[in-house]
């Protein structure tokens, strides 16, 4: 018995190749830039002496880093949108190339 190799399939087929925002990224860097702006704005005020500057800065986060994370959230969504519009289509080659089938024994 001889064994053949298939011949390999070749062909090109239309792509669109476009730069897409990694949104992970955004988020965190959105939620870091709240909690830095929370600190700085619960810094600028007087503190309640019976409370104090950690708890009261933990329980402003909730809302600072929130906020920020919503920002990210948005600034990337504007940004992979912006990225569809300057997509671009080309033409892409590919090739399959099919293993030889185990003989059986």
Do not use: N, Q, W
């Not at 600072?64 to 997509?87: M, W």
């Amino acid at each position: 018995m001889s064994e053949e190799t298939p011949a390999p399939e070749a062909g090109t087929e239309r792509v669109t190749v476009r730069r897409a925002p990694k949104i992970p990224a955004f988020l965190i860097v959105g939620g870091g830039v709240g909690a830095i702006v929370t600190f700085i704005l619960t810094s600028l005020f007087p503190v309640d002496p019976l409370v104090g500057f950690g708890p009261l800065f933990a329980y402003f986060s909730l809302f600072g880093v929130t906020a920020g994370v919503l920002l990210g959230a948005i600034l990337a969504l504007i940004v992979d949108r912006r990225s569809k519009k300057r997509a671009k289509e080309g033409e892409a080659e590919f090739v399959t190339e099919k293993r030889p089938e185990a003989p059986s024994s």
